[in-house]
């Protein structure tokens, strides 16, 4: 079956750049919507964006100017960078499917997700 | 943004009894509802999605109905396994976005 595992720094100072990477197994990875989610400490769930298809992506406006979302189907991975971080930021960062990639180009639902990983940001 | 309101925020319950969870759309937003079941320090599990369907095994006592701005959740007979926090989650238009969670304890 699919999963995903997300990696990277637990730690990143402020002002900084978050860098996260979510590995592929199990699976495809063409033809899905590859998303990204956070959960801030004690709080409710934020989406963040996604990336489908080699390239296409799509934002949350609350962070675009400071998200890239990426894709490599050779590694079957795709990454996460945000930056200029504040405390703000801090949270736990999930990588998650989002089914089959469809006309209307919003991802149905969030099918399979990473055990998720935490990010604090530093002063 | 469409906003999602879930009530209540928090709610306790016996084994066995019926819990129901509601999510309120700030616009219509046809069925394009799903639900998902958070325990602490986990990821997400999707439990229904399109308002009312049933991802595979979960159990039959989740369900989910409703259309338009106005949804429930519910678990026909609450188990110790069901303690969690439960969010809604609308895909009619991006960005995608959720409702703000109803815990789930055992009295």
């Known amino acids: 079956q699919v999963q995903l595992q997300e990696s990277g720094p637990g730690l990143v100072k402020a002002s900084g750049t978050l860098s996260l990477t979510c590995g592929v197994s199990?699976?495809?990875?063409?033809?899905?919507?590859w998303n990204w989610i956070r959960q801030p400490p004690g709080k409710g769930l934020e989406w963040i964006g996604y990336?489908?298809?080699?390239?296409?992506?799509k934002y949350n406006p609350s962070l675009k100017s400071r998200v890239t979302i990426s894709l490599d189907t050779s590694k079957k991975q795709f990454s996460l960078k945000l930056s200029s971080v504040t405390a703000a930021d801090t949270a736990v960062y999930f990588c998650?499917?989002?089914?089959?990639?469809?006309?209307?180009?919003?991802?149905?639902?969030?099918?399979?997700w990473g055990q998720g990983t935490m990010v604090a940001v530093s002063s | 943004d469409i906003q999602m309101t879930q009530s209540p925020s928090s709610l306790s319950a016996s084994v066995g009894d019926r819990v129901t969870i509601t999510c309120q759309a700030s616009?219509?937003?046809?069925?394009?509802l799903n639900w998902y079941q958070q325990k602490p320090g986990k990821a997400p599990k999707l439990l229904i999605y399109d308002a009312s369907d049933l991802e595979a095994g979960v159990p039959s006592r989740f369900s989910g109905s409703g259309s338009g701005t106005d949804f429930t959740f519910s678990i026909s007979s609450l188990q110790p396994e069901d303690i969690a926090t439960y969010y809604c989650q609308q895909y009619d238009n991006l960005p995608l976005t959720f409702g703000g969670g109803t815990k789930v304890e055992i009295k």
């Open positions: 199990g699976g495809s990875i063409n033809g899905y919507y």
């Open positions: 990336i489908y298809n080699s390239g296409i992506t």
């Open positions: 616009q219509d937003i046809g069925n394009f």
């Open positions: 998650a499917r989002g089914g089959i990639v469809v006309v209307t180009a919003i991802p149905p639902n969030f099918d399979i």
